[in-house]
């Protein structure tokens, strides 16, 4: 069943590590606006530039739903399975065949902070490199 009034459900932007409160809108089941939550303990009731844009993203049509592969020129739609194991695999064979030094890793600000953290983690405990960054100051 459908709701058709407004609504908000309150959440944590995801633009960087700072962790503001928001209200995202609800109206017909997708999420249209946000709005700060004033006595949030971080953002004190105040958003940035990317904070008041949060939304935009979510019921975007450009947006992947599934995973692609790489199939010579173009690309297809895969199983997960398929695709967590094609980039398993070549990133341990660049790993292999040079060394720490050659792989890197790229985090997302639209994830969480734990998120963030496990990658970090893992490029250094797994691939013994710092060759990590991250999107958020972007």
Request: charged content about 30%; aromatic content about 10%.
């Amino acid at each position: 069943m459908k709701r058709k009034d407004n609504f908000f459900v309150p959440s944590v932007c995801c633009f960087c590590g700072c962790g503001c409160g928001v209200y995202l809108r609800v109206r017909d089941n997708r999420v249209r606006g946000v709005a700060p939550i004033r006595s949030h303990p971080v953002s004190r009731g105040n958003l940035c530039v990317k904070g008041w844009q949060l939304h935009e993203f979510i019921h975007n049509k450009d947006r992947l739903k599934r995973p692609l592969v790489r199939k010579g020129a173009k690309f297809k739609e895969a199983s997960w399975d398929e695709a967590f194991k094609r980039a398993a695999d070549g990133l341990m064979s660049v790993f292999k065949g040079y060394g720490s030094r050659a792989v890197g890793f790229l985090s997302s600000a639209r994830c969480t902070n734990e998120e963030n953290f496990l990658l970090q983690k893992f490029a250094r405990a797994v691939f013994k490199t710092n060759n990590i960054d991250h999107c958020a100051r972007l």
